[in-house]
């Protein structure tokens, strides 16, 4: 019995040393198999109703009171390495108040309705003017059903200022200084808004978070044809 069980073993871990072989181009052509899948996508930032608006009764450009109950939840904010001003206002590389780059009240839908992805062969002529083939991946766009762009935008870019100072080190890293940084104190978490005492008393402004520039995006991407991504050397095809 116990020879039996030895047997038995000894034939079951026989199937998993099998050596394995690589396949040529050659070989890849021969190889059939199933169709390939068709993907949706979908990106929803800061939307919570069902027919992808952020906007509350009697001010269009306003964020859901729900999503963005705090304005800095709703940004996005950028800082570039050793961009500070001095006390005086002055561009500095070194220290001072780091400056941030916000987007304010960003929010949007993208939908991606249909985006196939599939295997196959490419054919192009290598730099010998040999005609080659390489499996690929095939990614296609299909007209009938366009990318939807809803409300994809933001209510205000604008440059702002920590209200403590930092200074760049040697080895490239930003020391903050701590007895000044506080949570109220950084340039990207600042809420303020245009009020009533505007210069302009513009009424269009008024309630909205402060900046220079908004952006608004509606309407739908057709997109018509295929893009192929594949393996290559630069000895055997120019464009790698």
Not at 15 to 21: G, P, Q
Not at 165 to 182: D, F, K
Not at 190 to 206: E, P
Request: charged fraction near 20%.
């Amino acid at each position: 019995m116990k020879k039996s069980v030895l047997l038995l073993l000894t034939s079951i871990l026989s199937v998993h040393v099998l050596a394995m072989e690589a396949l040529t181009d050659s070989d890849l052509q021969q190889v059939e198999g199933q169709a390939g899948a068709d993907l949706s996508l979908k990106l929803v930032l800061n939307q919570i109703n069902a027919n992808d608006s952020y906007y509350t009764t009697g001010n269009a450009y306003k964020l859901d009171s729900v999503v963005c109950a705090k304005l800095e939840f709703c940004r996005l904010a950028l800082s570039v390495n050793n961009r500070y001003v001095d006390a005086g206002g002055a561009a500095n590389s070194v220290s001072g108040n780091k400056l941030w780059v916000v987007f304010k009240g960003i929010q949007g839908t993208i939908n991606i309705q249909k985006l196939g992805l599939d295997g196959g062969d490419l054919v192009y002529k290598d730099a010998n003017n040999t005609a080659r083939i390489k499996p690929a991946i095939q990614l296609s766009f299909d007209a009938t059903n366009p990318i939807q762009i809803r409300n994809f935008g933001f209510n205000a870019l604008s440059i702002e200022k920590d209200e403590f100072t930092s200074q760049t080190n040697a080895n490239g890293t930003v020391t903050e200084n701590s007895s000044g940084a506080t949570a109220d104190k950084y340039g990207y978490l600042k809420n303020t808004v245009y009020d009533s005492s505007t210069a302009a008393n513009s009424l269009y402004d008024q309630g909205n978070e402060t900046g220079f520039m908004g952006m608004r995006m509606n309407g739908n991407l057709a997109l018509q044809g295929k893009m192929m991504m594949f393996s290559c050397d630069s000895a055997s095809n120019k464009r790698c």
